[in-house]
């Protein structure tokens, strides 16, 4: 295979510092009865938002209650609880700041808001998935090991999707923040709760999101959000053989995979463990391209991946 990477890759380098890890998440769709309950523990905590209970529309939701349902402890649960409340108690101080509540809190602080409503809803919705398995066992009670060649710390699977959605309207929101009022302080905190990384700044985006915007057929602030939550394709010491073999495959198999940008830095920062069958065209700024041996021949039938700067093309 040869990977053409354009210079806009490089906005995959935004900082230093890897997102902290945001623990495990309810795996889509589930695979197995043991992770549809914790399911219902990760919803139950974003639902409570540090609370000892809540009262949703008549149903009192109660820490003890959820970790006896979920099998998942009342400490870990509890953990789940503060992290999520951290951006929420932003969108909240946001909402009351005036003393009054704002009758129409701006992007993106609206989006967080509700997103607790939508929590509580998944955490029925979970509990109703459960009980409905407990009358069908379609499922095993286990979830069966998954196959793959990478380390835990490089793979980009499980993956936080909602965390993603909620990054991705923070900074959508941004400009709207900033225009409704003196809101530049909050929208970084609130950058820095949802991403994980401590010193994410308002600049950090300003300067990485045009780089995103310029990519074609790329949703820029998903992408970004994307790369945000993802490690840091440098961070790690090397790939194996059969860890380039995995990725390179990953991508074959889907050139539009969300993480197409993330595997193909990790080969670019690794490029000494691909062998001999394997090429780098580095398109410079006035299209050119740049070989790194073996030299290829015009480049074959190309596949953009995950409508990057990056395209895969079988060697000839």
């Not at 009262?55 to 009192?60: A, I, R, W």
């Given at each position: 295979m040869r990977v053409a990477a354009g210079l806009l890759a490089a906005a995959l380098s935004l900082g230093t510092a890897q997102a902290s890890p945001p623990g495990e998440r309810p795996s889509n769709p589930p695979q197995s009865l043991e992770e549809m309950r914790f399911a219902i523990a990760w919803y139950g905590a974003a639902c409570l938002l540090g609370a000892s209970e809540v009262?949703?529309?008549?149903?009192?939701i109660r820490l003890e209650d959820v970790a006896v349902e979920s099998g998942v402890s009342v400490d870990r649960i509890r953990a789940m609880a503060e992290a999520r409340a951290t951006e929420h108690d932003i969108a909240v101080d946001v909402l009351?700041?005036?003393g009054e509540p704002l009758r129409d809190?701006?992007?993106p602080f609206l989006t967080i808001l509700r997103q607790a409503q939508a929590d509580c809803q998944d955490w029925e919705r979970a509990r109703r998935v459960v009980e409905r398995e407990l009358s069908t066992r379609r499922f095993p009670d286990v979830s069966p090991t998954r196959a793959t060649a990478l380390r835990g710390e490089i793979d980009p699977l499980p993956f936080?999707?909602?965390r993603r959605q909620r990054l991705t309207a923070v900074i959508r929101g941004i400009d709207e923040a900033l225009a409704a009022g003196d809101f530049g302080a909050d929208v970084e905190a609130l950058l820095q709760a949802v991403s994980g990384r401590a010193n994410l700044s308002l600049a950090d985006i300003e300067e990485a999101l045009p780089l995103y915007t310029a990519l074609p057929g790329t949703n820029a602030a998903e992408a970004l959000a994307t790369d945000l939550l993802l490690p840091n394709p440098e961070s790690f010491d090397g790939l194996t053989e059969a860890e380039v073999a995995e990725i390179l495959a990953r991508v074959s198999d889907d050139p539009q995979d969300p993480f197409g940008r993330y595997y193909m830095w990790l080969l670019l920062a690794h490029s000494d463990?691909?062998?001999?069958?394997?090429s780098f065209v580095i398109i410079d700024e006035t299209?050119?391209?740049?070989?790194e041996a073996p030299p290829p021949g015009p480049l074959p039938s190309c596949t953009r991946i995950a409508g990057s700067a990056a395209v895969a093309?079988?060697?000839r």
């Open positions: 009262d949703l529309y008549g149903d009192v009351r700041r005036g809190p701006p992007e936080d999707f909602e463990v691909l062998g001999d069958g394997a299209g050119e391209e740049q070989v093309c079988p060697l």
